[in-house]
């Protein structure tokens, strides 16, 4: 009798093959946009609004579980919004460097952009009271330790002259000069008038709340006659450490805790193109106007 046997066959069919191929791939990009999303990601530094903390060129990385577990706010690679979660992980602290999710032009309810990410120092919390004094800042009335490497300008802005580009819109203040003004935390009442409403309008709306003047005078908020507008979010105050030379709160308003992407964590590259070499990431008078790596940066923590 003729033997059957067929020894086993550890082949894999080509289908077979392929299919496992791009399961594979598939579960790598998956597991990446995980992480990217939730635990840690990369940004790259444009302006010099945070010199000399962070510099025009510098590769940093940020720790997204700083102050939230979260799921991830977009689909992959677009600016479409899908349901997230968000728990609360750890506090956030004045003097942290944390990047956020821009909220937008002064007067404009929505950004011209979504995904835009910027990175400033929080220098005050819900509830803070900030005023600039001849450059210096001051929270709840107090001095805070200034950054090291902090830049300002050689002389300050003249007290009586006012910027009609900062907020709040019609503030008679400059950039040396400002305020008092109160950070908006969760349940804050704000008593809103024909008078101030152009000052609160915005940050109505960006509450999802229809905000208007009615030609009597009266404000109403939701089609309902008021004065008062109950805050419905935490806000921080942030603002760069190239004092002179940043676009902050003080130009675009209060940011919303619920745009904080993570907290600036360290240095991983570090390179200087100026804009003379092609594609630039933008001009510092203080760097050598050559490309050059910035090998004494490299694993520097961001603080």
């Known amino acids: 009798m003729a033997n059957t046997y067929k020894k086993p066959s550890n082949q894999v069919a080509p289908k077979k093959k392929k299919e496992s191929l791009w399961f594979t791939l598939l579960s790598v990009i998956v597991i990446a946009f995980i992480l990217r999303s939730s635990l840690v990601e990369a940004f790259t530094i444009p302006t010099g609004s945070m010199k000399n903390t ?10 997204k ?13 677009t600016t479409i919004e899908i349901p997230h979660l968000r728990l609360k992980t750890w506090s956030i602290d004045r003097g942290d460097i ?18 835009v990410n ?24 107090k001095p ?29 203040w400059n950039v040396d000069w400002y305020g008092p003004l109160r950070v908006p935390k969760t349940g804050d009442v704000i008593h809103v008038t024909k008078e101030n409403f152009s000052q609160w309008q915005v940050f109505i709306e ?11 005078g009266v404000v109403e908020i939701d089609g309902k006659p008021t004065d008062t507008y ?17 676009e902050d709160s003080r130009t675009w308003g209060f940011m919303p805790v619920d745009n904080v992407v ?38 520097n923590l961001v603080r």
């Open 230 to 246: 109950t805050v419905q979010r935490d806000y921080l105050w942030m603002m760069g450490d190239n004092r002179e030379q940043s």
């Open 118 to 141: 910027y990175i400033k120092r929080c220098v005050g919390l819900p509830g803070d009271t900030i005023q600039v004094i001849n450059q210096q800042v001051y929270v709840n009335g």
């Open 144 to 172: 805070p330790k200034n950054p090291e490497g902090m830049v300002y300008a050689d002389a300050p802005m003249e007290k009586n002259v006012s910027d009609p580009r900062l907020f709040p819109r019609g503030a008679a």
């Open 54 to 63: 962070v510099l025009v060129g510098d590769y940093i990385f940020v720790n």
């Open 98 to 115: 944390i990047v956020f999710e821009y909220p937008g032009d002064r007067d404009l309810v929505e950004p011209r952009e979504k995904k």
């Open 262 to 299: 993570g907290k600036a964590l360290v240095v991983y590259w570090s390179r200087y193109n100026p804009p003379s070499v092609g594609r630039g990431d933008g001009y510092d008078p203080d760097e050598i106007q050559d490309a050059h790596i910035r090998w004494d940066r490299i694993g």
């Open 65 to 77: 579980l700083s102050y939230f577990l979260q799921t991830p706010k977009y689909l992959p690679f």
């Open 206 to 216: 960006r509450e999802k709340h229809k905000a208007e003047v009615d030609p009597s």
